[in-house]
């Protein structure tokens, strides 16, 4: 490894030993550009990666909110402005128990190399909240909302950030923010937040986004091995909206999903998550408040395996979806032994660190790299900027003619850079290296701050 990326490596190792989410997102990047560093020693003058690893600026803030029954609850609220080298910051809100600093910066971090792949003038920012949408009531997600967002609104702006969803935030949660953000601005700033309404300027097939556009990466990736997606099986994991779009769009190109995923355990649907009722099917357990995955084997009258992951399940194509950390070293052998010849990640950070080297030694098997294959979300989200600032609306072919040019240009892009570093067919160095590059030139361009 080249010795600049080593120490810088051991110092967030050594700052950061309690964001072990942070820590390992960092590591995944950082071990892909030791070619890069060696063949530009003026990155290591500048000290371009450590400013890299430091976020722009990060702050928390107070959330309270009044449940139905009159009682108060206090949360903490999280806004990541990462890097904002090639454009405004943008990037989700999780609102989920868990979310923590460490969550947030892993998140924030990918998403300037995701941003940066995109092709698009976006930078990389991340926020949330360990506020539990769980069995919460439309008003109290209201009220959460809206005092999430009085918090946030003087720091963010079309300009300036540009935040969207992301676990437990969807278009119900962007109506309530926009709502008070124009209460609070008295401007109309539709441009301020992604993934609104149809009615008040959101983009066409954003929903479907991200799904669609890993099919349309992985249909890339098959495409280099002369292979096709007809007839492929798929096993996903997860159940909300990227697997949805995910199922939607394999079902609409003749491959089936046959698993998908929850909290507490996984479905078996042999014959695919295909037909209207069945992709409705997800959509309803999202949306209820008490809802969970197995009420779609009951339904279906399909296999539920409670407790379990669905990577022992013999697929040709591995797709999780669902959240971080979702592979580690055990699941990563039974995927490597079950023959299958592509690892596509879908959700953000699937795969542990080892779990990941394990994986992409292994000859048989193609891996692609969740910055790449999910892009396709905050690259609509973009689109939705763009058409925001003037003021249209584009047609649903428009956006998925772009969607389609931008996966493909993200994995052709991908390839190229690994190539040029003499890595061969490296997705996973390559979404790297090629995402760093543009961020690197553009902070290089801009002086040091
Ligand atoms: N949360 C999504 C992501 O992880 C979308 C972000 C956006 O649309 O800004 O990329």
């Known amino acids: 490894m080249n010795k600049y990326v080593e120490s810088v490596l051991a110092g967030v190792r050594d700052k950061h030993s309690e964001q072990p989410e942070f820590v390992q997102a960092v590591t995944e990047v950082l071990s892909s550009l030791s070619p890069v560093m060696d063949a530009h020693p003026e990155y290591e003058a500048a000290d371009l990666l450590n400013r890299m690893v430091e976020p722009e600026r990060m702050f928390t803030f107070r959330v309270v909110w009044m449940d139905d029954n009159g009682k108060y609850h206090t949360n903490r609220g999280w806004r990541c402005q990462f890097n904002g080298a090639i454009g405004p910051y943008k990037g989700g809100l999780r609102f989920q128990s868990n979310v923590n600093e460490s969550i947030i910066k892993f998140l924030g971090f990918e998403q300037i190399f995701k941003n940066s792949l995109t092709g698009l003038p976006i930078g990389g920012g991340k926020g949330g909240s360990d506020f539990d949408p769980a069995g919460k009531s439309d008003a109290e997600i209201m009220r959460f909302c809206q005092s999430f967002i009085t918090a946030l609104y003087r720091y963010i702006g079309p300009d300036v950030d540009v935040p969207a969803g992301d676990m437990g935030v969807g278009g119900r949660e962007i109506g309530y923010m926009y709502g008070q ?104 357990i999202r949306a209820s408040t008490d809802g969970t995955i197995k009420d779609y084997a009951d339904r279906f009258n399909v296999p539920f395996y409670a407790g379990q992951k669905p990577w022992g399940v013999k697929a040709d194509i591995y797709m999780p979806c669902a959240t971080q950390n979702e592979v580690g070293m055990e699941e990563a052998k039974a995927i490597a032994e079950s023959g299958a010849r592509y690892y596509i990640e879908v959700s953000n950070m699937p795969t542990l660190n080892d779990a990941m080297s394990f994986l992409r030694s292994q000859d048989h098997l ?56 003499g890595l061969g067919y490296d997705l996973v160095s390559g979404a790297n290296i090629a995402g760093f590059s543009k961020v690197a030139t553009a902070m290089m361009e801009q002086g040091v701050f």
């Open 181 to 284: 953000y124009r209460r609070l601005k008295g401007v109309w700033e539709n441009g301020t937040l992604t993934g609104k309404g149809m009615s008040y300027g959101g983009s066409l097939l954003r929903p479907e986004a991200t799904g669609y556009g890993a099919i349309y990466y992985l249909q890339n990736v098959l495409h280099h091995f002369n292979d096709d997606i007809k007839g492929k099986t798929i096993a996903a994991s997860g159940y909300g909206n990227v697997t949805w779009g995910v199922c939607k769009k394999a079902a609409e190109l003749g491959a089936k999903v046959i698993t998908i995923s929850g909290r507490h355990g996984y479905v078996y649907d042999p014959d695919g998550v295909n037909t209207e009722e069945k992709l409705n099917c997800l959509l309803e």
């Open 366 to 421: 193609t891996v692609a790299p969740s910055k790449a294959v999910n892009a396709g979300g905050v690259g609509v989200s973009a689109l939705e900027m763009a058409q925001n600032s003037e003021r249209l609306v584009w047609t649903a072919e428009e956006v998925d003619e772009h969607l389609k040019a931008m996966m493909a240009n993200i994995h052709d892009s991908s390839a190229a850079a690994a190539e040029e570093y």
